[in-house]
Nanobody, 124 residues
Framework: VQLQASGGGFVQAGGSLRLSCATSGSTFRGYTVGWFRQAPGKEREFVAGIMWNSRITFYADLVKGRFTISRDNAKNTVSLQMDNMKPEDMAVYYC??????????????????WGQGTLVTVSS
């Protein structure tokens, strides 16, 4: 599964940005898709995830209520809508796909396929 993340850019604090993750030559069917981010000098951390059936979504506490993950299985895309952004949201954002047990779905090591990352810059 090849993933392509896009939509990163510059936004002011309080603003919004929408990231997209698309597959190339494959499908997301059956995979949990997650968004992770990595700020300079920090470890890659979980942001949001969505199960393949789209009915179950899960978020990191830091973004809950501000970010929304969704997927369009027909178009093989997963989106991350980021609202009310904060300077601490600034990072390189990665999408990833994999199959894992429920307890591991926030664990980056449980995701087998990764996109290349897209940079999000938030000014204060």
């Amino acid at each position: 599964v090849q993933l392509q993340a896009s939509g990163g850019g510059f936004v002011q604090a309080g603003g919004s940005l929408r990231l997209s993750c698309a597959t190339s030559g494959s499908t997301f069917r059956g995979y949990t898709v997650g968004w992770f981010r990595q700020a300079p000098g920090k470890e890659r951390e979980f942001v949001a995830g969505i199960m393949w059936n789209s009915r179950i979504t899960f978020y990191a506490d830091l973004v809950k209520g501000r970010f929304t993950i969704s997927r369009d299985n027909a178009k093989n895309t997963v989106s991350l809508q980021m609202d009310n952004m904060k300077p601490e949201d600034m990072a390189v954002y990665y999408c990833a796909a994999g199959t894992m047990i429920t307890s591991e779905r926030r664990n980056r090591h449980a995701y087998k396929y990764w996109g290349q990352g897209t940079l999000v810059t938030v000014s204060s």
